[in-house]
């Protein structure tokens, strides 16, 4: 089968945690990087943006947006969404949480510069107030390896992707989690994860100015 195929701007953004999915479930895939204008009014012209946004990803035979709908096709293409509606919604649950934390850092690196202490300090006390308490309780009711089930899914993959990120702004976010600090250890060695995070892989780096202006200027704002 062909690889599938991810249209999207040279760095994290919303396709990241689609990047890390594929990546976790073993998946090779190919990346277009949208850097012109014309680039991004060819996929809306030939009609491949269905609300002309991207992420894009090309994969059995569909052009697919929408985050999270290629996220949730992804998950359960690659059994990676529970065993039954009741772990699949907490899997939901789980992956929505991070999501919204890795949201308010993905549009941190778009206010103004002066904003930016500001910005990081607050996206750090809510991951230590809101959310990495609830995943630290989640690690100590269940007692098991993964967040549900005792399989791994994908929201033991962006659990450990927002981890890292956080630990990108502050590398001591983890001190008073010694739970979420042993499943970071534990689930950054499953092998294709392991494998993603070595250099050369197709991670991204954090966001930079580079990245912004490239955003500003494919999507003229
Ligand atoms: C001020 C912040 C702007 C952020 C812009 C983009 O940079 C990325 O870091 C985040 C977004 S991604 C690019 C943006 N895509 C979306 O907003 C997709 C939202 C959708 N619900 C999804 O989850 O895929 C885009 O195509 N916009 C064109 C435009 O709506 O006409």
Redesign the pocket.
Known sequence: AAKPKLWY?P?R??MESIRWLLAAAGVEFEEEFLETREQYEKLQKDGRLL?????LVEIDGMML????AILSYLAAKYNLYGKDLKETVRINMYADGTQDLMGMI??A??KPPEEKEENIALIVTKAKTRYFPVFEKILKDHGEDFLVGNKFSWADVQLLEAILMVEELNASVLSDFPLLKAFKARISNIPTIKKFLQPGSQRKPP?DSHYVDV?RHV?Q?
């Open positions: 701007f760095g953004g919303r609300f002309g946004q991207v992420p947006t929408q985050t999270r993905m549009m690196a778009f966001a955003v999507l704002f």
